[in-house]
């Protein structure tokens, strides 16, 4: 009987991994019953599946804005994306209406949990309240209030109120610390269940970890709007399980191969299909970025983008393009880096990541140097950029991070410490984390020299503030969006973006 078990669980596991995310749309017809019969179990998978999916693929936009990508040189200037002039059709599908939007990812999520009542399942409830943490702090990130007691609802309600961004941070950190909860008053779960759980194989301790880390991330976005969260990194501390650490990251045990929709998705957006043929000429790395490495010394670039495939000059194979820079005659894709190199994807059958560890670690050298978290800020800081080196599998990877630590990324030169942990930590997950550095830049500053689009239609508008609510929240929630008052991406904020 368990190996029927297991075997059942790998099925729809493989099956996840290896059809499209339409598939598993549960959330097309809202009047449509769910099977009674389907498990939290079999939603599991996906729903952290399309999690990841959603955090590693849908964000080139702010990678963009944050100095990251470049446009390819096949293609001509993208409008709003290069003018900053946003509209309620950019990006809606961050929102809804998508496979792998942030609404649909939750109401699967809640599906998940609802399950789990009816069965007195509580480790699908602990998850389910994690991935709404990650899902609705991505969305208050990019829409500041938006609909969330009333959201997640489908039929029973099709026009949600909206809350404030700084109540539903409130919020999901109470949710987290209920998470944790359940998770250390249950401490072992059936093997049936494990085998579902495809991020820590039903390891209590690494989802305690992982909901501190989700934690300490909220509160270091907000940081600037709550300087000092002591009951909340008292609850952390509580716990005692800690953080995500070093070699730790929380990456997902699903299997992908080189055959039609079974690719890891951020290798099939970002780099080729099953095939080997290239999907995406538009993403390159931006010339600042680029060098940004090069000037330090610093060989991460090696690992984090592919070398042009053509390169005009052989002796200079990573090429960088500015942003919204017009194209130059004669110039193509091929003669520039691709976004994702082999120290984040050898290939397309590689782990899918869900949080890493050097994300942990620089968010608790922060901490750290806030004086929230206990310890020495600069060893914190140090072993978070140890750790980038690591993950990317760059060769002798302490040598190497060592001579950079001494030198441009040195604790001891640096006048703004606060400045160097940001830099680094932008300087470590391009292609990994793209919205992480949008936030930081959002609510820091930093990098300070992030550069401004070069299209010649800017104007005088800068790197906007936020997306505007969708389209469709006008055409069927029109009360509710308009309470929101008038939203203008240049001048309105995230509540954390006080500075």
Known sequence: MKHKILLAILAVTLVLSGCKD?????????NQPTN????PQYL???????????MGTQYSWAASWSGYYGRGSDFGQSLPLENYNITPTYQQGQWANSTTSWYDVLTDADLMAKKAAETDEKFFIGVSKVVKAIGFMYLVDMYNNVPYKEALKGSDNVAPAYDKGEDIYKDLLLQLDSARLIFKSNPSISEEVASSDVLFGGDMTQWRKLANTQALKLLIHQSEFVKNPTAEIAKIKADGSGF???????????????????????????VADQSGILTDGFNRVSKYLLNRYVANDDIRYQYLF????????????????????PNVLGNSSSNESIVVGTGILKDGTQPLWFFTSMESLFLQAEATQRGWLTGDAKTVYENAVKESFEWLGVPSAATEAGKLLAASASWETAANKLELIINQKYLALPS???????VDYRRLGFPKDVPLSKNPNIGSRKIPLRLLYPQNEYSYNNDNVMAQGEINAQTSRIFWDVN
């Open 432 to 438: 990994i984390n793209n919205f992480e550095a949008y």
């Open 36 to 39: 009674p019969l389907v498990k």
């Open 244 to 270: 995500i650490e070093a070699g730790e990251s929380a990456t997902l045990s699903l299997t992908f191969s080189n055959n039609v929709d079974q690719v890891n998705p951020v290798y099939s957006t970002y």
């Open 22 to 30: 339409s598939f598993f749309d549960i959330n097309t017809n809202p």
């Open 44 to 54: 599991l998978p996906m729903v952290l599946k399309q999690t990841a999916t959603r």
């Open 306 to 325: 592919l070398p042009a495939i053509n390169p005009k000059d052989p002796n200079v194979r990573w090429v960088g393009k500015d942003f919204g820079a």
